[in-house]
């Protein structure tokens, strides 16, 4: 059986190799941009097969990102990529300016082809200051960011019930962790879900 690894391999570099659609090879959603276990890598090592930064240009299926150690990167986006900006997103939904991870397989020139890119994607964890039926102020260190509810995408996980998009159950000084989509330059996040323990 192929795997999507070699599929991409094969996209990038053979040409004439058919690619299927991300959704058939298994589309990565956004926990598992945080979830997933790296591949073996030396301790101390970078990781050949991720990058991460800010888009500065983008020239066909190619964006150049500049990672925050100021190293650039090239990453290739084909057929079989999954991209997610909240949800599952089209290639053009990329924009300069925004921040990304991205794995995938890195190519004998350098550039990466991208398994999963996961554009302007936080997780971070406080206690709730405030709430309304289309806002989360979120005290995280100390700093507010605010978390606005997306009419039919935000959803809430209260321990281990299932996901669940009636966000009234949270309170003012709870604990959460909110997996979400920030607004380039601001404070500001998109929630796809909001996880309590409690």
Same mark, same amino acid.
């Given at each position: 059986?192929?795997?999507?690894?070699?599929? &991409?391999?094969?996209?990038?570099?053979?040409?004439?190799?058919?690619?299927?659609?991300?959704?058939?090879?298994?589309?990565?959603?956004?926990?598992?941009?945080?979830?997933?276990?790296?591949?073996?890598? =030396?301790p101390?090592?970078?990781d050949?097969?991720?990058? =991460?930064?800010?888009i500065?240009?983008?020239?066909?299926? !190619?964006?150049? !990102?500049?990672?925050?150690?100021?190293?650039?990167?090239?990453?290739?986006?084909?057929?079989?990529?999954?991209?997610?900006? &909240?949800?599952?997103?089209?290639?053009?939904?990329?924009?300069?300016?925004?921040?990304?991870y991205?794995?995938g397989?890195?190519?004998?020139?350098g550039?990466?082809?991208?398994?999963?890119v996961w554009?302007?994607? !936080?997780?971070?964890?406080?206690?709730v200051?405030?709430?309304?039926?289309?806002?989360?102020? &979120?005290?995280?260190?100390?700093?507010?960011?605010?978390?606005?509810?997306?009419?039919?995408?935000?959803?809430?996980?209260?321990?281990?019930?299932?996901?669940?998009?009636?966000?009234?159950?949270?309170?003012?000084?709870?604990? !959460?962790?909110?997996?979400?989509?920030?607004?380039?330059?601001?404070?500001?996040?998109?929630?796809?879900?909001?996880?309590?323990?409690?």
């Amino acid at each position: 059986m192929t795997t999507r690894r070699q599929m &991409l391999r094969s996209a990038v570099l053979g040409g004439g190799a058919s690619v299927v659609a991300a959704t058939a090879l298994g589309s990565l959603g956004a926990e598992a941009a945080f979830g997933a276990a790296p591949p073996q890598v =030396e301790p101390g090592t970078p990781d050949p097969d991720f990058a =991460e930064g800010r888009i500065r240009s983008i020239k066909d299926n !190619v964006l150049l !990102v500049l990672g925050s150690n100021m190293v650039f990167h090239n990453i290739r986006v084909v057929d079989g990529t999954s991209l997610w900006k &909240l949800g599952p997103v089209a290639f053009d939904q990329a924009k300069p300016g925004d921040g990304l991870y991205a794995r995938g397989v890195r190519m004998p020139d350098g550039v990466l082809a991208a398994e999963s890119v996961w554009l302007n994607i !936080v997780n971070i964890k406080g206690h709730v200051s405030n709430i309304t039926s289309e806002k989360i102020h &979120l005290d995280h260190n100390g700093k507010d960011v605010l978390c606005h509810v997306v009419p039919g995408r935000s959803v809430a996980v209260l321990s281990d019930a299932p996901p669940s998009s009636d966000l009234s159950t949270l309170r003012v000084g709870q604990h !959460v962790q909110i997996l979400g989509a920030w607004r380039p330059d601001t404070n500001e996040v998109d929630i796809a879900t909001v996880f309590s323990p409690h």
